[in-house]
């Protein structure tokens, strides 16, 4: 599993699912192979995906939509693995959306996934990196800090959640990471109060970050950028906007950044940190929160909420 | 004949329409097509020209006169099969064609009373062979047997595709959406163009052999180049123009405020006038502006009328005169109450706290010389600004091609809007055997010239098949 190395000749394979694809895989498209919940709320999946699995580099994502009344909704891919033909996604049951994918069980299909969408992170030898982590913000951060290892940087992490309970990934971060630092809200766990925080006392205590990667909640990553501002580090955040199609079509997911309009699924996901109207990105993800809660009381009421 | 019949003959039989008031409340489809009875009377006001000047006004070339004759003489089987020789979608063109400006403007009855309905009775036909269950001659067994990938299932992709597998070739088509169709899909709504017709036509496009592959974003899950690495001898592009536009003006990013292309994906695509049946939802209050005067603006105008929208209006820079929309298409909004506010744009949107739009201001318009479009060009009037409140804004001015596979293939010629540049016979790019049509070449067009986009294509790409072919055996022998 290797997102920074090209992926070369293995492109050459036939299309799934055609007579020349043969026998490689009796699997169904987009099956659920391995369910986890890594914390309360927040569930890991990983499923049959193996034209996905082969061409996705970190930083990218996939649309999907898990049945044929689902609304399309991205989410990244977290791992991949083109030898098994599958990719992981890591998420939070927030809205109907989310709660039918977390309903799904092993041996269930989800309707359709496309990608790899986006661009893929530029990975390349920075030298120090801090990779800022809030949430899944962390799910999204690993296959970057991955990659960055893997380029010879040295990383710094930093992961954060409200509480213990909800911090991911630790023992994965902590493996590909030089030095990993913790912090929650609440003080259950390592440092009390923000991953930015965190980062400013390290700023503080001399450590010459060469850029940042803060991913996370959009309050999280507008405080991380406004602590890297003063001392002009190079900071990439990685939006995580509206989308429908996720391919440039629709332009919800449009944000501005440098006083320009940028598509989050054309342009980005990640962007210039210091350049993001964060405060309108914010108004922009609050637009449907009656009618995401309209649609999961509707489906409560009538019988749960599960796969159509 | 006496003078009242040909009084009547000057006419044509009207298309019987869901009436303005029943069906601003349902997105069912508005034109709800001719009966035997008027078909049989509108085909007969056909004279037979011996020369038709029709034919020339028809992107797809189809013999007119051929398939009305056929429905005259109650062969309906025979008017369908006609009309297939050329055209793979006359469902869809019957309904979306601007027929007034292509075979009905050459029509010689025009001249003197109205032209034939050719677009309604290729409809009849099409309904008729679809309600009778599309039967698919046996494919041609050709000596060629190409791999063909299409790229886009829209108009262009599905004609060229349909074309070449009826050549014999194996073709798959990459459609980067959930669903085949392409703006057929995503873009015209339901009640211009219903679903299970285009789904019907899809249908029709597989069981000519052409395999059609959903959720393929081409330029992201495979290259162009590597398309080549997978077996295909050639490739056709046709990827629409989906890119929406937007207006640059203050606001713009406000919640309320949807591309064109956003509001009817969501209608059309994924069925938000249902929710919270299907899960995707849609907000648009009581007062909705849509901005532009195409066919976009009318079926987003229509549909946000249908989502209960109590006020909208289509907000345009120029006059009547110069709205690119179809007359019919003007005159149905009209029907249903859609307000119109020519000579005027938008220059800034208003929001409240939580960032959603309340307001627009405005700026009204005189026209001055004409531009290079042909259309007189709006110029503001300093001073005259005013507010309209609003709910929400769909904003319908245009669509540019998507990028992605400009920027993923290397040696594709594009021009300064992004449009692919092609040899206009051939419909070949750039690159060796890549072949493109429809909106991404052209720009925003119509469906019937992506679809004759699409059928050039296919020949070329056929010859050129046949042309290798044959090297390739005289190598060996």
């Given at each position: 599993m290797n997102y920074s190395t090209s992926v070369g000749r293995e492109n050459a394979l036939p299309l799934y699912g055609t007579e020349e694809y043969g026998k490689r895989s009796v699997k169904a498209m987009y099956e659920a192979l391995k369910k986890l919940e890594l914390a309360p709320k927040i569930k890991l999946l990983k499923i049959n995906a193996p034209e996905i699995a082969r061409k996705a580099k970190a930083g990218q994502f996939v649309i999907l939509r898990i049945d044929k009344k689902g609304e399309r909704i991205p989410l990244t891919i977290v791992e991949r693995d083109p030898r098994e033909g599958t990719?992981?996604?890591?998420?939070?049951?927030?809205?109907?959306?989310?709660?039918?994918?977390?309903?799904?069980?092993?041996?269930?299909?989800?309707?359709?996934?496309?990608?790899?969408?986006?661009?893929?992170?530029?990975?390349?030898?920075?030298?120090?990196?801090?990779?800022?982590?809030?949430?899944?913000?962390?799910?999204v951060s690993y296959p970057i800090a991955k990659a960055l290892k893997e380029a010879s940087n040295q990383v710094v992490s930093i992961i954060g959640a409200r509480t213990k309970e909800l911090l991911i990934l630790e023992d994965k971060m902590r493996n590909i990471s030089d030095e990993l630092y913790i912090s929650t809200d609440d003080g259950s766990k390592g440092h009390k109060g923000f991953v930015s925080d965190v980062l400013k006392m390290l700023i503080e205590k001399g450590y010459r970050f060469d850029v940042v990667y803060a991913i996370g909640p959009t309050l999280m990553m507008k405080a991380t950028a406004n602590v890297t501002r003063p001392y002009s580090i190079k900071t990439i955040v990685s939006l995580n906007p509206i989308m429908v199609d996720g391919m440039g079509m629709c332009g919800a997911c449009r944000v501005t950044v440098g006083g320009e309009t940028k598509f989050a699924c054309l342009d980005g996901p990640e962007f210039d940190g210091h350049l993001v109207d964060f405060d309108e990105l914010i108004k922009r993800l609050r637009v449907y929160i009656p009618e995401e809660k309209q649609a999961v009381e509707l489906h409560e009421k009538s019988g749960g909420i599960k796969r159509d | 004949?006496?003078?009242?019949?040909?009084?009547?003959?000057?006419?044509?039989?009207?298309?019987?329409?869901?009436?303005?008031?029943?069906?601003?409340?349902?997105?069912?489809?508005?034109?709800?097509?001719?009966?035997?009875?008027?078909?049989?009377?509108?085909?007969?006001?056909?004279?037979?020209?011996?020369?038709?000047?029709?034919?020339?006004?028809?992107?797809?070339?189809?013999?007119?006169?051929?398939?009305?004759?056929?429905?005259?003489?109650?062969?309906?089987?025979?008017?369908?099969?006609?009309?297939?020789?050329?055209?793979?979608?006359?469902?869809?063109?019957?309904?979306?064609?601007?027929?007034?400006?292509?075979?009905?403007?050459?029509?010689?009855?025009?001249?003197?009373?109205?032209?034939?309905?050719?677009?309604?009775?290729?409809?009849?036909?099409?309904?008729?062979?679809?309600?009778?269950?599309?039967?698919?001659?046996?494919?041609?067994?050709?000596?060629?047997?190409?791999?063909?990938?299409?790229?886009?299932?829209?108009?262009?992709?599905?004609?060229?595709?349909?074309?070449?597998?009826?050549?014999g070739h194996k073709v798959v088509i990459f459609e980067a959406l959930h669903a085949p169709g392409g703006v057929l899909m995503y873009g015209i709504p339901e009640f211009r163009l219903p679903k299970k017709i285009v789904q019907a036509e899809v249908d029709y496009i597989k069981k000519l052999g052409v395999d059609i592959k959903t959720d393929y974003m081409i330029g992201k899950l495979y290259t162009i180049d590597e398309l080549f690495e997978l077996g295909f001898d050639a490739v056709f592009i046709g990827t629409g123009a989906g890119l929406p536009r937007f207006m640059r003006i203050p606001g713009e990013n406000l919640g309320g405020i949807y591309s064109a292309n956003e509001f009817l994906i969501r209608v059309n695509l994924m069925k938000a006038y249902t929710f919270p049946e299907y899960d995707t939802p849609i907000k648009i209050g009581k007062r909705v502006a849509v901005i532009g005067g195409g066919n976009v603006a009318m079926d987003s105008a229509r549909s946000a009328l249908r989502l209960g929208a109590e006020e909208v209006w289509i907000v345009?820079?120029?006059?009547?005169?110069?709205?690119?929309?179809?007359?019919?298409?003007?005159?149905?909004?009209?029907?249903?109450?859609?307000?119109?506010?020519?000579?005027?744009?938008?220059?800034?949107?208003?929001?409240?706290?939580?960032?959603?739009?309340?307001?627009?201001?405005?700026?009204?318009?005189?026209?001055?010389?004409?531009?290079?479009?042909?259309?007189?060009?709006?110029?503001?009037?300093?001073g005259s600004e005013f507010v309209i409140e609003v709910d929400a804004v769909v904003i319908a001015i245009g669509q540019t091609p998507n990028p992605v596979i400009q920027r993923t293939t290397k040696g594709l010629q594009t021009t300064r809007w992004g449009t692919i540049v092609v040899n206009e016979k051939t419909g070949k790019t750039s690159r060796k055997r890549v072949y493109a049509g429809g909106d991404v070449v052209s720009g925003a067009a119509t469906v019937i010239s992506a679809m004759g986009a699409g059928k050039k294509a296919a020949r070329s790409i056929h010859r050129s098949l046949l042309r290798k072919k044959r090297m390739q055996q005289r190598k060996e022998s």
């Open positions: 990719i992981t996604l890591i998420f939070q049951e927030v809205g109907l959306s989310t709660m039918k994918l977390g309903a799904l069980e092993i041996g269930d299909e989800i309707m359709n996934v496309a990608g790899p969408l986006g661009n893929p992170t530029e990975i390349k030898h920075y030298g120090l990196v801090a990779v800022v982590c809030g949430g899944t913000g962390t799910a | 004949m006496t003078k009242a019949d040909k009084q009547r003959k000057r006419q044509s039989i009207p298309m019987p329409k869901q009436k303005p008031e029943n069906r601003i409340n349902n997105f069912n489809e508005v034109a709800l097509g001719y009966t035997t009875e008027q078909a049989l009377a509108e085909a007969k006001r056909c004279i037979q020209c011996p020369k038709p000047q029709c034919i020339q006004g028809c992107p797809v070339g189809l013999d007119i006169p051929a398939f009305i004759k056929e429905i005259r003489e109650k062969n309906f089987d025979e008017a369908i099969r006609k009309v297939k020789e050329k055209n793979s979608l006359p469902a869809i063109c019957g309904r979306v064609c601007p027929q007034e400006t292509q075979c009905q403007k050459f029509c010689v009855m025009g001249k003197k009373g109205d032209p034939l309905s050719i677009g309604r009775l290729e409809r009849f036909v099409a309904d008729y062979d679809l309600q009778k269950g599309v039967t698919v001659q046996p494919r041609s067994k050709s000596s060629v047997d190409g791999k063909v990938a299409v790229v886009g299932s829209g108009p262009a992709g599905l004609t060229a595709a349909a074309d070449l597998a009826k050549l345009y820079r120029r006059s009547k005169k110069e709205m690119p929309a179809r007359l019919e298409e003007i005159e149905n909004a009209e029907e249903e109450g859609i307000k119109f506010k020519f000579l005027t744009t938008p220059v800034k949107f208003l929001g409240d706290k939580s960032g959603w739009i309340t307001g627009m201001e405005c700026i009204a318009m005189q026209l001055g010389e004409p531009d290079e479009s042909g259309r007189r060009r709006p110029i503001p009037i300093e």
